[in-house]
């Protein structure tokens, strides 16, 4: 194993990158992996998950088709994932969709964002990037306007690249 | 804002009914509430908490974000172009406006 | 040094009767050992698995008659380093008696534990050594296929591609741009593609001083961010411009035949000299081996870097999922030596000893100017786990007597780990 000099220490990274003008993560990350504080906490299971979904679906049937959820089998860069929530059967005036949630499981707060569209809107097709706090399954819900819940779902293995990020 | 948001829309003059694709982005810190400063204090939450987009006077999309989305936020969504009329943006955090971007949409 | 047998029988555990002896040894001859790639991971592995084991039969397949490091090869673009220095040979390992075969691995067979070669060979194998490095994901970034490399190159494994890339830049008219487009997804050596700006910097500073460098990223931050961007300050001042994703870096389109890469936000930056490095996946055999997940890199046991869906194949570096430690030759060679342990106790029929592993990223920002970040790891239920108040990273206040001294530590680095693995300098 290589030597390196005694000067060497773990930096504030993030205070570096402040002075140099850089990003300032107000982040969810890991905590072992940053160099700041945080009281940020995974959930222990689903349970708060199952709740929103619950609440969501009001009592109506979920269904698990006609909405793709695409996002990153790895997410190597948990400050910033890209997921992608659309419905996939056809939106016309008849059947439209009205909403959309975005929930990752195991985050402090898990539901993640909400969408609303309406009759003009003609689609349901949103991108968004997410933090994530560790590996987790991610789920979306859509409501259709005839009452049709749609659910998708999927799982993401959270492994940051390393090497001083 | 420090700078205007960034837009990038995929047609100005769609075909009747054509899908437009929109995406968005703004600079905001999404301060999520949970992380500590030097003093152990905890930094208060700071998010982005709405945007809109509407075409004329017809909402499109209403967008609530929680602190699980990314610092400075990014979104991506498309509408069936029925009519022409401005494309207008509208973001708000707990301070009310934050931003907002207009496009010119004129269907052929 | 090389460790006697009865060193090695010792080392595995007192109480072993004599009468075991015999059989464990002709155990150990017997046995055969392949190992596919013959790079950090695998020649590593090949090299330990003799020193651990004078017996063993071991087997070595690489397709390229001489390798070839990604580490420095950047140097080579900024002119610090020629390409004789980076290229190592593989009869140092044959000295050792190891049989190396230059030929590509194509299928495996974990139940028949047989592996396949492009010269219609097969080798039946007791246990299997993967470490095939990356594939690129072609066409995941549009416009960006096998053909288009040969126009836009991205060097981003060592060979013909970094040739042509240098070839490119000495090209260039002064006054041009250098673009770099920065991928999506995990990809190998973090911190890579931000030395490679900073040396191709320095070429242009000595050669070409009216030319820029864009680096167009897919995420706002990167390795050793404040330290790169300390150092190109100092050495470069304005010549080396990063685009970060909330910046408008994220690039969704290339075209090579006009060198032009296409933003999210529909901004087009026509290169002069364009560096694609495209998104990445494990190489080839892995998934043809049924070691890699959906995330198209291979999970292991981190005790023993053992594939976590096919029983005796091991797999090494790049291709595997062994976060917190980053995808780099350092860590494939700390990744090899576990795994070489693991396979010498698992033919004994015992458990591997505890897993450790350091690794060290070196970056040249200029020459004389290093910075780094070094890690420690270990073990902990199946999963790599850093261990805490392990390693550090280059401090930002430090002059150049400091600089200069991790320049000369990297080079070393260089020259020791090439020198173990390959017996060459």
């Given at each position: 194993m290589t030597s390196f000099g005694s000067d060497m220490r773990r930096r504030d990274l993030l205070a570096g990158a402040a002075a140099l003008g850089g990003l300032a993560a107000a982040g969810l990350g890991p905590a072992a992996a940053q160099a700041q504080s945080t009281t940020a906490m995974p959930q222990i299971d689903s349970a708060e998950a199952d709740r929103l979904a619950a609440e969501f679906a009001a009592g109506a049937e979920v269904l698990s088709?006609?909405?793709?959820?695409?996002?990153?089998?790895?997410?190597?860069?948990?400050?910033?994932?890209?997921?992608?929530?659309?419905?996939?059967?056809?939106?016309?005036?008849?059947?439209?969709?009205?909403?959309?949630?975005?929930?990752?499981?195991?985050?402090?707060?898990?539901?993640?964002?909400?969408?609303?569209?309406?009759?003009?809107?003609?689609?349901?097709?949103?991108?968004?990037?997410?933090?994530?706090?560790?590996?987790?399954p991610v789920r979306a819900y859509a409501r259709m306007e005839d009452g049709r819940v749609l659910m998708a779902r999927r799982d993401i293995t959270v492994a940051p690249g390393g090497c001083g990020l | 804002m420090a700078r205007p948001p960034r837009i990038w829309i995929s047609n100005e003059t769609p075909a009747p009914g054509e899908i437009v694709r929109v995406r968005a982005q703004m600079v905001h810190v999404m301060e999520s509430g949970l992380r500590l400063d030097a003093s152990g204090q905890t930094v208060p939450q700071d998010i982005l908490t709405g945007f809109t987009a509407s075409l004329g006077d017809s909402l499109l999309l209403e967008w609530t974000p929680e602190m699980a989305i990314s610092q400075n936020p990014y979104i991506e969504f498309t509408f069936a172009a029925r009519h022409s009329g401005r494309l207008r943006m509208v973001w708000t955090d707990r301070r009310g406006v934050v931003a907002q971007a207009d496009r010119d949409v004129t269907v052929g | 040094m090389?460790?006697?047998?009865?060193?090695?029988?010792?080392?595995?555990?007192?109480?072993?009767?004599?009468?075991a002896l015999p059989q464990i040894l002709r155990a150990q001859a017997a046995a055969h050992v392949a190992v596919v790639g013959g790079g950090f991971g695998g020649a590593t592995a090949a090299r330990y698995l003799r020193r651990l084991n004078p017996d063993l039969r071991i087997t070595l397949v690489e397709p390229q008659e001489q390798f070839v490091t990604c580490p420095f090869s950047n140097l080579y673009l900024g002119r610090l380093r020629d390409w004789d220095s980076i290229t190592h040979g593989f009869d140092g390992l044959r000295a050792a008696g190891i049989e190396v075969i230059h030929a590509r691995a194509?299928?495996?067979?974990?139940?028949?534990?047989?592996?396949?070669?492009?010269?219609?060979?097969?080798?039946?194998?007791?246990?299997?050594?993967?470490?095939?490095?990356?594939?690129?994901?072609?066409?995941?970034?549009?416009?960006?296929?096998?053909?288009?490399?040969?126009?836009?190159?991205?060097a981003w494994k060592a060979g013909p591609q970094t040739q042509l890339l240098r070839r490119q830049l000495e090209a260039?008219?002064?006054?041009?741009?250098?673009?770099?487009?920065?991928?999506?997804?995990?990809f190998r050596c973090p911190p890579g593609p931000y030395e490679r700006a900073s040396m191709v910097a320095h070429y242009f500073k000595t050669h070409k001083p009216r030319s820029r460098v864009l680096i167009l990223d897919s995420q706002d931050r990167f390795a050793k961010q404040p330290l790169f961007r300390q150092g190109w300050q100092a050495l470069y001042g304005e010549m080396i411009e990063w685009v970060g994703q909330s910046d408008d870096g994220l690039v969704v389109e290339v075209d090579a035949s006009t060198r032009t890469a296409l933003t999210a936000f529909g901004t087009r930056h026509k290169a002069d000299v364009l560096n694609v490095i495209p998104p990445q996946k494990a190489g080839l055999?892995?998934?043809?081996?049924?070691?890699?997940?959906?995330?198209?890199?291979?999970?292991?046991?981190?005790?023993?870097?053992?594939?976590?869906?096919?029983?005796?194949?091991?797999?090494?570096?790049?291709?595997?999922?062994?976060?917190?430690?980053p995808k780099s030759g350092f860590c494939a060679n700390a990744q090899a030596k576990v795994a070489a342990a693991a396979i010498t106790a698992d033919l004994a029929g015992r458990e591997p000893p505890p897993a450790s592993f350091a690794n060290t990223c070196y970056s040249l920002v200029g020459p004389g100017w290093g910075i780094s970040v070094?890690?420690?790891?270990?073990?902990?239920?199946?999963?790599?786990?850093?261990?805490?108040?392990?390693?550090?990273?280059?401090?930002?206040?430090?002059?150049?007597?400091?600089?200069?001294?991790?320049?000369?530590?990297?080079?070393?680095?260089?020259?020791?780990?090439?020198a173990d693995i390959w017996g060459t300098a």
């Open positions: 088709q006609g909405l793709a959820l695409d996002l990153p089998a790895l997410g190597d860069n948990p400050a910033a994932v890209p997921v992608r929530v659309h419905v996939t059967e056809p939106i016309t005036d008849a059947s439209w969709c009205s909403e959309i949630i975005v929930i990752a499981d195991l985050n402090p707060g898990p539901l993640a964002c909400r969408f609303r569209f309406t009759a003009a809107t003609g689609s349901a097709d949103v991108t968004v990037r997410l933090r994530l706090i560790r590996s987790m | - | 090389r460790a006697t047998r009865r060193d090695m029988l010792l080392a595995m555990g007192a109480g072993m009767g004599t009468l194509e299928d495996v067979d974990g139940s028949a534990r047989s592996l396949g070669l492009s010269n219609g060979a097969r080798l039946d194998w007791d246990r299997l050594v993967l470490s095939p490095g990356i594939d690129f994901r072609w066409g995941d970034l549009a416009g960006y296929d096998e053909a288009a490399a040969e126009l836009a190159p991205h260039m008219e002064d006054g041009g741009t250098f673009v770099m487009v920065v991928p999506q997804g995990a055999i892995a998934e043809r081996a049924g070691v890699t997940d959906e995330t198209g890199w291979v999970p292991v046991r981190a005790d023993r870097f053992e594939s976590v869906h096919v029983p005796g194949v091991y797999v090494l570096g790049d291709a595997t999922i062994a976060a917190p430690m070094a890690g420690v790891y270990r073990a902990e239920g199946g999963k790599v786990v850093e261990v805490a108040g392990s390693g550090g990273v280059s401090p930002l206040e430090a002059g150049p007597e400091f600089r200069q001294a991790e320049a000369d530590h990297g080079a070393g680095w260089y020259a020791s780990i090439c």
